[in-house]
């Protein structure tokens, strides 16, 4: 059987020689800023126990939680007060990317007092990054015109410190009034609207942060994303050369933990209008109304996908019944929309695509433990590859389990940094698609 993905895409890390192994980091900053220009070198001055930094495609901000010790009262001198920062700088040693300081804002604060252990108190803090901090206190009330993308740059520009790296333009016009929303809530009601500029079928746009900044991207075209590096899983006993660049890095891209998540739940994904589904759009002012269907099998074939055949086969009845999914959408001539607010956009046509589109693309999902890895981002395409578990005389012709291995989107990730056990990255994978072709049983 042939390769079902080409090895020669991925980027392998450019110099592993000061990589010491599973776990290894390098903190460059750790600070907590109070009021007054007070701060505390958490990294130097105090025992740090865990520090977690997550990302997520379907969360709009960065989130994350750190505990250590503190051991000369320093947070009681600090006097925080709900308007304190943290500020984060970290690497893996041997590569030549590298996080730049990243700054968020604590909000909430539990400390646990260990009388006479002489290891101080134990203190958490959790943290959110800026822009969910001013999402929380502004609201945005004003009339907008234009394209999807172009009203996402100027409320990005207008109320974030965070710069918008990644911009996918769109095609369609807006015309709209936002009634007293938050920037966070205008950007989710402005993703459902938003269509590709380079195909009318993909509607499936996010807003979302990751280490580098924000992004409004759309999941098909994330999912065309060359690969950046593969991750492999087979029996630690296994030894490998460590003096070599190969060793080193087969030993770095070594799954160390796999757990399952979705597989696929055909029942569920059916109901949900994620094969086949209809709306019925009924105009309350003319009594006219119009009727718009979904094809899960011609809406694969019209747009992008992290790997190659459907999740069905071809021949497959479960996109013949449009009626098994079935909504409707109440219109008028006035053009206010089902929101209550001034809407031109044609509701109807677009929302059964993008329902489709979220759901799917999380129909298959696998969580990773792999070694720490600064690099990561969400919205990364990476490789698996996994063994069969069957015999070695067995698997002679294809000994990748064709089911697990190949190309997946990284929706979600933690960098995960612990006293104990070191620094490890956790991954949740995804897919809409296979790396095989189903056939219909009989054939």
Known sequence: MPDYYDRTEFVKPKDLTRWEGFGDFAIDELILFGPNKLSID???????IN????????QNFMYGEIKFLDFSNLTDRLELNGQDYIQIS????????K????????????????AYTGKGKEVTLGFISQDAYVSMQNKINGSYRGTVSDIVSKISESNFSTELVELEKTDNEHSFIIPNWGPYKTLNWLSKRAVSASNREDCSFLFYENMDGNHFKSIH?????SPVTEYNYHQPNVPVDLSTQEGLHKKFSQIEDLKFNRHFDKVKEIDNGVFASNIVSLDLVTKEYTVNQFDYLEHFDRTDSVEQYPLIARKSNLNVNKNINASFNFVG????SHDGIDDNFKYSDF????????????????????????NRRVGDVVILDIPKLEPTEMSSVDPKDRMMSGRYLVTSLQHVINKEKGYTTRLELSRDSLPFEFMNAGD
């Open 42 to 48: 958490i990294k130097n001055q105090t025992g740090l």
């Open 51 to 58: 520090l977690v930094i997550s990302e997520s495609l379907y």
């Open 90 to 97: 970290f690497t893996t040693p041997g590569f030549s990317g």
């Open 99 to 114: 996080i730049e300081k990243k700054k968020f804002v604590v909000t909430n604060f539990n400390q646990l007092k260990l």
């Open 221 to 225: 075209s994330l999912s065309k994303k």
């Open 333 to 336: 001539t006035s053009s206010f």
């Open 351 to 374: 929302t059964l695509k993008r329902r489709s589109s979220i759901l799917r693309a999380r129909s298959s999902s696998l969580s990773i433990i792999v070694s720490g890895d600064s």
